[in-house]
């Protein structure tokens, strides 16, 4: 799905919205997001050697759930980061990568969900971690 049917899911916008794609293959959502170059948060980090800062990478990362769970999102529901465990990143992401997600849910206990994946770049593995959500509001 391109960032038209994303944006039917996520209630990001602008600068926040961080996929350019996003699929459903079996139980795992399969995101893409292309580095640019000339996104907000390279600039400053860091000048003259440009790196995507983990956080906004563990963003992409979560925002690429969303596929594995858009019926639970219906109605305005926001979904909320409510924590990160075991992350480490493993390799830097630059301008001009194609950062791409895998991620599956793990465990469920409605309203908060519980995941595990990973991000490349190319076949290097830049970042692995666990992390949890709730759904929330209407």
């Known amino acids: 799905m391109d960032q ?3 944006k039917k899911i996520l209630p990001h916008r602008d600068n926040m919205l961080l996929l350019d794609e996003v699929e459903k293959i079996e139980d795992t959502a399969h995101g893409v997001y ?9 600039q400053g980090h860091f000048p003259g050697n440009p790196v995507v800062p983990g956080v906004i ?3 992409i990362l979560a925002q690429s759930a969303c596929v594995l769970l858009q019926d639970k999102m219906e ?3 926001t979904p909320m ?7 480490r990143f493993k390799s830097p992401v630059r301008p001009g ?3 791409e997600t895998q991620c599956r849910i793990t465990r469920a206990k409605p309203p908060f969900y519980f995941a595990e994946g990973q991000g490349f770049a190319g076949d290097r593995l830049c970042l692995k971690a666990e992390f949890s959500f ?3 509001g209407e």
């Open 57 to 59: 990478l563990c963003e």
């Open 34 to 42: 292309h580095v640019r170059g000339d996104e907000f948060f390279l």
């Open 75 to 77: 109605g305005g529901k």
């Open 134 to 136: 709730a759904i929330v």
């Open 4 to 6: 038209e049917a994303i």
């Open 97 to 99: 990568d194609t950062f």
């Open 81 to 87: 980061y409510t924590g990160l465990n075991n992350v």
